[in-house]
């Protein structure tokens, strides 16, 4: 997640056995080096890289990957014919995030190692077609027999469980740890995720690409600009380059900035360690998955 992933929340969720992953969209070369090197240094656990392919320096990424000796790498926004087949040949495990059948027959064409399918429940960057996790994921699981991760909307162990029930093989969870301790996002704005509610997020910049984000006065700028039909070059400008996100997101600028976010962060209560988030997913998964198959729940 840009402005959220750096070593410390990677690090944090590899070390209690889930796979973090560092979010390079909104890192330069150093700083994207530097996160690396830092949790080579904080865990033995496997760790890997999300890498929008929209980057114009998507290539000294990669040699930086190379270099480093990253074996994980989860390209998103952009076409997995591109790289994929580079990667693997480097030795690389390749998922690619899609949010339509469309991009899953593309993807799993291109030869990806496992899927992320993402509904329109989740935050950040989203897809065109607005499909739910709950209608995307069964749809996804008969594309491909390639390990399939969901993702959108998937923060509680109930919600995981569901996922699975759907066709999943495991899940992806970006808002839930975006507001954890270890989280490199401004106090500000994990303050403002946790005491939002339901409906205090929306997707916006669907003219360029579609994002879930908090309602707020850069929510209400571009939605204007949107309905008064202004070129996507001027909403561009309006955005900046990462301009927004940073400011929302890292500075803490809640009025003017770009506050990605997905909707269950309405059940977000709390900024709490990545451990305790984890735990407790883990707990409700599994206290869930007893119950449901328990005797009460079947009939004669
Ligand atoms: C603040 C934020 C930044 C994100 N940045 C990226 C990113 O750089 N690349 C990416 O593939 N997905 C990004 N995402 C999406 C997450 O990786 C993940 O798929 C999504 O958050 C899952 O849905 P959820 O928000 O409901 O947990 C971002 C999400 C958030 C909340």
Redesign the pocket.
């Known amino acids: ?5 750096g070593w410390k929340l990677v690090s944090a969720v590899s070390d209690f056995g889930c796979l973090g ?1 560092i ?4 890192m330069d070369l150093d700083v994207f080096k530097h996160h690396i090197k830092k949790c080579k240094i904080a865990t033995n656990k496997p760790f890997g890289v ?1 890498l ?1 392919l929209y980057s114009k320096d998507v290539d000294a990424k990669i040699d930086i990957i190379l270099q480093e000796g990253v074996k994980i790498v ?4 952009g076409n997995p014919k591109l790289y994929t087949k580079m990667l693997k040949k480097e030795g690389i495990t390749v998922a690619h ?1 899609i949010s339509s059948e469309e991009q899953a027959i593309k993807s799993d064409a291109a030869g990806v190692d496992a899927l ?1 399918a ?2 329109y ?5 989203n897809g065109h077609n607005e499909t739910t ?1 709950l209608c995307l994921i069964p749809a996804i699981r008969k594309i491909t027999s390639k390990p399939l991760m969901a ?5 509680t162990g109930q919600g995981m469980l569901s996922a699975m029930c759907l066709g999943a093989d495991g899940v ?7 507001v954890s301790d270890e989280s490199s ?1 401004h106090e500000n704005f994990k303050l403002k995720v946790i005491q939002s509610k339901e409906g205090d997020t929306a997707l916006a910049l669907k003219s360029i690409s579609p994002v ?1 984000m908090m309602k707020n006065d850069f929510y209400n700028e571009v939605q204007k600009a949107e309905k008064e039909g202004v070129s996507v070059e001027e909403i561009k400008e309006l955005i900046g380059i990462m301009g927004r ?1 940073k400011k929302g ?1 890292f500075d803490g600028d809640l009025i003017k900035g770009e ?7 309405a059940q977000m209560k709390k900024i709490r360690p990545c451990k305790e988030i984890i735990k407790e997913i883990l707990n409700e998964y599994e206290e869930n998955r007893i119950a449901l198959s328990s005797d009460r729940y079947k009939y004669d």
């Open positions: 997640m840009v402005w959220c992933s992953l979010g390079s969209g909104s999300n929008p989860f390209t998103s926004a995030l992320v993402e509904g429940e989740a935050g950040g960057h996790t993702a959108g909307g998937i923060g992806q969870i970006g808002t839930a740890f975006a996002a879930r996100s997101i506050l990605e976010i997905g909707q269950v962060s």
